[in-house]
């Protein structure tokens, strides 16, 4: 076999191979989930949580391939704006000014790229906050880079 043939030979099978490989590799075109449903889920719409105390967030994701990371971010409503994606609708307190409003963000990576995963994250609210409406939103980010987001609203109280 001449050079030429052997490095066309060679040309097919490498295009063959990263032919063969494209058609195997599942593209990622679904947006991953965050299941509120869980009887183990906390916080869900609505939920009380008492200043001065700990909770346990706490919610299962999942993904068709691969899960990548997820992030909370709890911050005043005290201005009654919006982010809720729930249905139901909470009782608001008047609108008010924050002098000292709880706030907190944090992005956690996913371990092992499972397609399942329950996040789980004790959060401590200190004492002296300012009670009221707040909103707690969730963001699952997959390995493709889809995202999806629920916003909860919650009531932290005295």
């Known amino acids: ?3 030429i043939s052997r490095s066309l030979l060679m040309l097919f099978f490498l295009t063959s191979v990263i032919a063969c490989k494209k058609e195997n590799e599942r593209i990622d075109e679904e947006k991953p989930k965050i299941d509120l ?3 183990s889920a906390f916080p869900k719409q609505c939920s009380q949580i008492k200043r001065g105390e700990s ?3 706490q919610m299962h994701l999942s993904d068709n391939v691969a899960l990548g990371s997820y992030s909370i971010d709890v911050h005043n409503n005290f201005d009654h704006h919006s982010h809720s994606t729930e249905v139901e609708e ?3 307190d008047p609108i008010k000014r924050p002098v000292k409003p709880f706030s907190i963000v944090k992005t956690m990576d996913i371990p092992g790229q499972p397609k399942d995963y329950v996040a789980q994250l004790k959060i401590d609210v200190p004492l002296d906050i300012d009670p009221g409406n707040y909103h707690f939103m969730v963001q699952v980010t997959d ?3 889809w995202s999806t987001q629920r916003g909860i609203s919650i009531r932290i109280t005295e």
């Open 1 to 3: 076999m001449n050079r």
């Open 37 to 39: 449903t869980a009887e």
């Open 55 to 57: 909770f346990n967030f």
């Open 90 to 92: 909470c009782t608001l």
């Open 143 to 145: 390995q493709s880079g």
